[in-house]
C-alpha cells in the first residue's frame, strides 16, 4: 500500500509544480505589463489573489479561517505567519484582500518564471548582508509609506528540524511595526507542515485552518520595546499552534 501512497504524492506533487509554472507562464504577458510600474501592484494582487485561490483549489486544499478580529481593507498592518511550507505564499495571498508585500529570502528569485515575478513584486533579503538586510528594510518602510501591508515570516525561513513548532523570531518585522505604528497581526497556520510539507513523499488534499488572532497594537511602544513585541507574538502563535499538535505530523 505504502507505494501505490509514493505514486499518488509523486504525481500530485509533481501536479502542483506543473500548475504553478504553467499557470504564471499562461498569463505572463498580463503580468509583465501590471508588475511594470509599483502603482499597478494592486491590480497584480488581484490577479495574485486569484492564482494562489485556483492553485490551492486544483490541489485539493480548502482554507477554513477564523477571524479574531476583523481587518480593515483601508488600512496597512504588519502580517506575521509561522512558515512551514511552500504553500504558505498561497494561503497567504487568498486568504487576505488587503494588498501587501512579501519579505522573502532571496533564494526564492532563483525558481523558473515564479522567481521572477516573486522578485519584482516582493522584497528579496540576503539574510548573511547586512547591507541586504538594511536595503530591504528601506524597500519596506516605502511600501508601507505608500499604504500597501508587509507580509514577514517572523522566522526567516523553514525550520530544518520538522520537529520545531515555532522557530525563533527575527527582529526586522517589529522595528518596522513600531516605527510605522501599525498592528501587529499574527497569524496561526495550524495544517500546511501536514498538506505540504518539504518531505517530498508526504502530504495530501484537506483542510487549510487559519487563525487570524487578535491585533497587537504597536502605537505607544518605541523601538525599546521591539523584543518585548516580538515575545508577544512569538508566544501568540505558539500558544496556538502547541494547542493543535496533530498539525505538525505529516
Known amino acids: 500500500m505504502k507505494i501505490f501512497k509514493n505514486i ?28 511594470s510600474k509599483e ?3 494592486a491590480v497584480f494582487f488581484k490577479i495574485a489573489n486569484v492564482w494562489a485561490r485556483t492553485i490551492l483549489f486544483v490541489m485539493g486544499f480548502k482554507p477554513e479561517v477564523i477571524y479574531e478580529e476583523e481587518i480593515d481593507t483601508k488600512k496597512s498592518y504588519l502580517f506575521c505567519p509561522n512558515h512551514t511550507s511552500m504553500i504558505d505564499i498561497m494561503l497567504m495571498l487568498a486568504i487576505t484582500k488587503n494588498p501587501f508585500v512579501f519579505v522573502g529570502k532571496k533564494e ?10 516573486f522578485r519584482k513584486t516582493s522584497i528579496l533579503v540576503d539574510r548573511s548582508s547586512r547591507k541586504s538586510a538594511r536595503q530591504a528594510f528601506e524597500d519596506a518602510d516605502r511600501k508601507l509609506k505608500n499604504g500597501s501591508s508587509v507580509c514577514i515570516f517572523p522566522e526567516g525561513k523553514v525550520p530544518d528540524d520538522q520537529r520545531i513548532i515555532l522557530d525563533e523570531f527575527k527582529s526586522g518585522a517589529f522595528r518596522l511595526a513600531i516605527e510605522h505604528k501599525i498592528p501587529i497581526v499574527p497569524i496561526s497556520f495550524y495544517d500546511c507542515k501536514k498538506r505540504f510539507s518539504y518531505l517530498f513523499f508526504s502530504g495530501s488534499p484537506g483542510k487549510l485552518r487559519v487563525k487570524i488572532h487578535k491585533f497587537i497594537s504597536t502605537d505607544k511602544l518605541t523601538l525599546e520595546d521591539r523584543n518585548e513585541l516580538k515575545q508577544q507574538t512569538f508566544d501568540v502563535i505558539f500558544t496556538s499552534l502547541s494547542a493543535n499538535l496533530d498539525t505538525f505530523k505529516s
Open 108 to 117: 526564492l528569485k532563483k525558481i523558473p518564471v515564479f522567481g521572477y515575478v
Open 8 to 35: 499518488f504524492i509523486l504525481f500530485w506533487r509533481v501536479w502542483f509544480y506543473a500548475w504553478i509554472f504553467f499557470s504564471i507562464l499562461a498569463i505572463a504577458p498580463v503580468l509583465f505589463i501590471v508588475i
Open 39 to 41: 502603482k499597478w501592484y
